[in-house]
């Protein structure tokens, strides 16, 4: 949710690209949703946009190989993800744990306006 894009940035998206115009035109019921729920303000991420970003350009991001388990037994803790240290014994998983967030902005934005 780090890489954020407002009203504002969607509302100056240009014509001429149906799939821009749709984003425009879509963006602010979605925005509206979010807002509601608590997630975010004044705008939204672009979750898809920032995976096929690191796809794109994975040195905008820090990754830490970790071995991974999720709570399946307990009801009260139910799909709570622990991380710990990668073991050779367990499968190891590249967790992103940080990114540039305007270069990966700008990278989404720049393919946007293509």
Known sequence: ???????????????????VELLRAQAPGWIDRVEEMGWEQDGCALHDAVAVAYLVDDTIFQAEETNVEIELANPNSCGITRFSQ???????LKVITDVDTKKCRDLIWSHILQ
């Open 86 to 92: 990668a073991t050779e014994n367990r499968p190891v």
């Open 1 to 19: 949710r780090r890489v954020h894009f407002s009203r504002r940035d969607f509302a100056s998206l240009p014509d001429g690209n149906p799939a």
